[in-house]
């Protein structure tokens, strides 16, 4: 049965804990328990917050030591045990550590943060043993080895302004996580989770998890109510994504993984991962995972183009075409005097075969109207061509060329994008992979962003709507200023807060952009709602703001940037349906107030 108690006003729950153990919570629970914890062959001890304690079945020197510690005035915070048995404890309190045979990595972390002031509340062993283990400390935590997801959930609680006090692992697999008022678990018996949730519902600090190696017992305890603390955006962020959790929203959408990240004050305020880097495996998403950014491309290349123009003193103005070393085809239809002028591409104004003038190949008029303007790539099996033969129509689109006059209409074009690619790549010497990374990543610390084809760093694989990894786990992009950028939402806030910094600031500041030319990037140009490569709205008010969405095959995505707010985000997942994104977004936009 459940043994529960109320003692003092301090609560308790366990179940299948030996009887004396029980007994001992009982006795001791009025005194507030600090910590209670199993020895690998469920010897067992209980510690008080003002020095009572009583164990049975513990290594005979930890017994000891325990005893001496708190007679000499320590206030232990923790004592814990490797799976491994034997003669392995450890023992923190305010005054510092006491351990035996414990990993020497835990050891020599726990000692760092004692030398760094902070004390170490909590360290917990997985039952795997060996070099694996979790030390949370007054205001930090480290982890070694842990369950991915464990490890992304400890840094998802600790985002929101609080910190984790307690890390718990049953002998069969799964973990808890409590950081304050806050905790997730998985894989904890049902029973447990009901009653942790009991705890947290009468306002309780869940302060004491603990699982029996045996039995799948397990026990609760708290020495007061939870904390007053400020508003945890993440929370209110993650809880209103669509009307229901973010967690539900990705499994309505078959969305596998997702990561987001927020700036306020021009800072990144806080980041997290969702789920999983690809399905079924134990990988999870965190803030660093590198995704397809895809249409995002563009926004991000436009920063580069600038950096160009302004390294050559050229004006958007100029005529992309004598910059290409090829010739710019045009239909018969199209006027030979109207100039595809930088600008004019830069804003899907240039008359480039793009969304709504792309087919039938010969047409001057009446093109299919969802026709064009993006990329499919190109899967595992297929070859991927080179950007000339893009260009000349050898790949899997049609051949770039002008297919109405420039300046008269707007078509959303990717290949407009490619010539800019083009561009690049014969003004500068470089790739653009090269170009961007010493030109714009390097320069904003933009670490785990590359338009490579298949970058080094660790990336999420794409899904179809039905949730299934997209065949080679992720299309390749020749098109690469168009669609093939990879990136985090860590990068794509940095180039935010300098986007936003370089805008509001009285001169140039660090950085690959002056201010003349942020201001050109983030200004209205020939296309109404455009800056150059962005789209901006609000422009001359507080919520004046630019932004860019992208939807590549099994990625989709979105960032945004509030230059007068010092504010904005960026979403990134690795599902297939653009919906999951945006309420994200809506979300977090809901959560600050912003427009």
């Not at 660790?458 to 299309?475: D, S, W």
């Not at 709205?537 to 007068?564: C, I, L, M, R």
Request: net charge positive; glycine share 12%.
């Amino acid at each position: 049965m459940l043994a529960l108690r109320i003692t003092a006003s301090y609560p308790f729950y366990n179940r299948r804990v030996p009887d004396e153990a029980h007994a001992k919570m009982n006795e001791l629970a009025p005194y507030g328990i600090t910590s209670f914890a199993f020895t690998p062959s469920n010897g067992w001890v209980i510690v008080t917050q003002d020095g009572r304690y009583f164990g049975r079945g513990l290594p005979d020197a930890c017994f000891a030591e325990l005893g001496k510690l708190i007679k000499s005035g320590w206030r232990i915070h923790c004592v814990a045990f490797p799976p491994e048995g034997g003669d392995r404890w450890v023992i923190t309190g305010d005054k510092g550590v006491s351990a035996r045979n414990i990993p020497d990595e835990c050891h020599q972390r726990i000692l760092a943060c004692y030398s760094a002031g902070q004390q170490v509340v909590d360290v917990a062993f997985p039952p795997a043993g060996g070099n694996r283990w979790v030390v949370a400390a007054t205001n930090a935590f480290y982890a070694r080895s842990v369950d991915d997801e464990c490890y992304q959930m400890m840094r998802n609680l600790t985002q929101g302004g609080r910190r984790v006090t307690r890390v718990a692992f049953p002998p069969a697999g799964g973990w808890a996580v409590v950081a304050q008022d806050e905790f997730h678990v998985r894989g904890v018996d049902d029973e447990c989770f009901k009653q942790m949730n009991s705890l947290a519902a009468d306002g309780w600090q869940l302060h004491n998890v603990a699982f029996s190696p045996v039995n799948t017992g397990w026990s609760l305890a708290t020495r007061g109510k939870a904390p007053a603390l400020p508003a945890d955006r993440v929370r209110q962020v993650e809880n209103a994504v669509g009307g229901s959790t973010i967690w539900q929203r990705m499994s309505a959408w078959k969305t596998p993984g997702a990561a987001v990240a927020v700036v306020v004050g021009n800072k990144i305020a806080w980041s997290t991962g969702y789920g999983w880097l690809e399905a079924g495996t134990g990988a999870a998403a965190h803030p660093e995972t590198g995704f397809q950014a895809a249409s995002i491309s563009k926004a991000v290349t436009s920063v580069g183009v600038l950096r160009l123009m302004q390294t050559l003193k050229q004006p958007l103005s100029s005529d992309i075409r004598p910059y290409l070393d090829w010739t710019l085809p045009r239909r018969s239809c199209v006027s030979a005097t109207p100039v595809p002028t930088i600008d004019r591409v830069l804003t899907h104004r240039a008359g480039v075969i793009g969304r709504g003038s792309t087919s039938p190949a010969d047409a001057c008029s009446g093109f299919d109207t969802g026709a064009g303007g993006g990329f499919a790539g190109y899967g595992p099996t297929a070859s991927v061509p080179s950007l000339l033969q893009v260009m000349n129509g050898e790949g899997n689109s049609p051949k770039i060329e002008l297919t109405t006059d420039p300046g008269a209409e707007y078509h959303y074009s990717g290949a407009g994008f490619v010539l800019l690619q083009r561009m690049v790549e014969q003004q500068s010497g470089l790739s653009l992979t090269q170009y961007m990374d010493k030109e714009v990543f390097a320069p904003l610390g933009m670490k785990t962003s590359s338009y490579a084809l298949t970058p080094s760093f660790e990336l999420a694989a794409g899904h179809t709507a039905t949730g299934a990894v997209i065949p080679g786990k992720r299309n390749r992009y020749p098109e690469s200023a168009a669609a093939g950028l990879y990136t985090n939402v860590l990068d794509l806030c940095q180039l935010v807060c300098y986007l936003n910094k370089a805008w509001t600031a009285p001169g140039d500041i660090a950085g690959p952009l002056t201010k003349a030319s942020v201001r050109t990037l983030l200004s209205t140009g020939p296309e109404p709602g455009m800056g150059r490569g962005l789209f901006i709205a609000g422009s001359g008010t507080k919520n004046f703001s630019f932004t860019h969405d992208g939807s590549n095959y099994g990625f989709k995505s979105v960032f945004k940037g509030y230059p007068e707010l010092g504010a904005g985000y960026a979403v990134l997942v690795n599902g297939n349906n653009t919906s999951l994104v945006n309420e994200i977004a809506a979300s977090i936009r809901s959560a600050y107030g912003w427009a």
